[in-house]
């Protein structure tokens, strides 16, 4: 039994977890902030719904999935909607 538990210990040294990272759902304040991030440039409507939806269960989430759209759009076109 004892063999076990060290070869678990070696294994798990080894291998390098990352730590988890606790999924906490985006407040109706932090959505409007995702929203607006979004809507500052021309983005397909499905890109932020997709965005929201994924709020409600991870902010992180959220966040990292609307960076990555805006990358993409940015290394294609980047259209600036001025507000008056």
Do not use: C, G, H
Not at 29 to 56: D, F, M
Not at 61 to 73: E, G, M, P, T, V
């Amino acid at each position: 039994m004892a063999d076990t538990a060290m070869l678990d210990n070696r294994i798990s040294k080894q291998i390098k977890f990352e730590p988890l990272e606790a999924t906490v759902a985006a407040t109706e304040e932090e959505s409007v902030i995702l929203a607006e991030k979004l809507t500052q440039v021309a983005i397909p409507l499905y890109v932020l719904l997709q965005a929201l939806n994924i709020a409600k269960y991870n902010k992180a989430a959220a966040f990292r999935y609307a960076d990555k759209n805006l990358k993409n759009i940015k290394k294609s076109k980047w259209v600036v909607i001025k507000m008056a």
